[in-house]
C-alpha cells in the first residue's frame, strides 16, 4: 500500500530507505535544475576533478526547462521533460552523492542499477501540470550557466511539491508494476 | 480579389497563440474529465485530478498549462480568391507566432538540430513555424494552429507496411509504438493514426488528425469503426495516466486514410499528450 511522506532536502539515506515505489512525497526545501546540456557540464567537471555550482551531497535534480517568469513572479510554469535523456549522465551525479532526481518517463537499468547501489531514488512528477508545479515554487534563481535560457541550472525553493516514487533503492518499478496490475491480455 | 492585410493575419495568430497557452480546449477537457469518471487506478485518478486543477490554474491566472509551449504547428487552408497585402502569409503567420510566444511568457524551444544553440537570436523567437498549406475554394484563410510538444513528438513513428499485413499489421504497429512509448509522452494520449499515401502524405496526415476535436470519429462508417478498435486494444495495455497504471491511456484515435500506391502500405503514429492545445481562426 502506497504511504505518504514529507521530506525535507538535502536527502540522507535514511530518508532514502523509507520510500517505496507508489509512494506520494511532498518535498520542501532547496532542489536543482538541470536538463541535457546542464548535466553534461556536471559530468565533465566532475570528470576533471573541478568544483561543481553546487553540493551534490543529498541534493535533488529537477528535469525541467521552464516559460520564463512574468513580472513579479520567481518562474513560470515547470513540470517536468522527459528524463531519459539524462540517462547517461544520472548514474555519475547518484555515484557522487545526488539522492533524487524528479523528472517524467521511464529510465534506464543503469539509472535503475546507480539508485539501488548508491541509495538514490527517482521520483515522478504530473507531466502537463506546468502551471499548478510552478505556483509551488516559492523562489528561483539561476546559479550556473544562464547562457543555456531554459536550461540554465536554477536553484529553486519549494514547499509541498507532489511527487510519486517511480524507481527506489529496492529496484521496484512502479511503471513495471502499475502497468502490470492494469493490463488485460489476449 | 478579396484583400487581407498582413498585419490582421499577425495579430489574429499572436492572440491565438497566447490564448491556446493557457486554455485547455473543451474536447481535451471533457475528455479528461471522462478519463477521470471511468479511471480504475486511485494512483492514476489521482494525476487525472492534478491535469483538471492545472486547466483550472492555467486558464484563471493565464499561466501556461505546460511548461512545454511546443513548436508552432499550422495547417491553412487558403482561398485561392484571396490576395494578402503587405507582406507573405508565411511572414506573417511567423510574426505572429514570435509575437504570441515573446508577449505570452511563453518558451522558446526551437533549436540547431547539430549544435542545439537556441534559435531566438538567429532566426526569431520560437521560429520557423511548421505551416502546411492547401489552397481551396473561396476568399478566405483558415488557420488551424496546434503548440506541439516534444515528449509527444519523441515517441511517434512511420513505417511503411508490406500491403499483405493489411488492417491487422497497422493495429499491432500501432500497438508497438504506444506500448513502447509507456510513460514517456505524458498520457492519457490522443493517437493520430495516418495510412497511406506515400511516405510523407502518412506523416502529415497523422498530424493532421491530431488537430480534429477529441473523439469526433471520421466521417467514414469503416474508418470510424477502426479507430474504435484501436482504441479499446490500446486501452487493454494499462498503462494509465503517467504511465502509473490504469484503464484510461487513449483518450481518442483518430485516424486518417489515403489512396496509396499498389505496393506500399505506409502508417505514421503521431502521438499527442493530454495537454492537447490547438485552436483555429477564419479571415
Redesign the interface.
Known sequence: M?QVHYLTTPLTDEDIMNLKA?DIVYLSGTIFTARD?AHKRLVDLIENKEELPFQLDGAVIYF???????PGEPI????P??S?RMDSYSPTLIKHGLKGMIG???RNQAVKDACKEYKAVYF?A???????L??LIKEAKVIAYEEL??EAIRMLKVENF?V?VINDAYGRD??E????????K? | MREIAYDDIVKAVKNMVIHTA?NLPEDALKKLKEAHEKE??P??RK?LE??L??AE??RT?K???????GLAVYFVKVGQDVHVTGGTLTDAINKGTEEGYIEG?????TCDCFT?A?L?DVIGYNLPAVIHYDIVEGDKIEIEYAAK???SE?VSRARVLAPAQGPQGVIDFVKEVISEA???P?PPIIVGVGIGGTFEKAAISSKYALFREAGKPNPDPAVAEFEKELLYELN?????A??????ETVLAVHVEKNPCHIASLPVSVNVQ???SRHNHVTL
Open positions: 502506497s507508489g546540456a525541467v526547462g521552464p516559460t520564463p517568469p512574468k513560470g510554469s515547470a513540470g521533460t522527459t531519459y517524467k518517463g521511464k515522478g504530473t507531466g502537463g501540470a506546468g502551471a499548478l510552478g505556483k535560457g531554459p507532489p510519486t512502479l511503471y508494476e502499475g502497468r502490470k496490475q492494469y493490463e488485460v489476449d | 493557457t480504475k487506478s494512483v492514476a494525476v492534478q491535469l486543477e492545472n490554474i492555467a491566472e499561466r501556461p498549462l505546460c511548461q512545454d509551449t511568457y511563453l518558451r522558446a524551444s542545439r537556441n531566438k510538444g516534444g515528449g519523441n509507456g510513460p514517456n505524458c487493454k495495455l494499462g498503462i494509465g503517467m504511465g502509473m497504471g490504469g484503464t499528450c493530454h495537454s
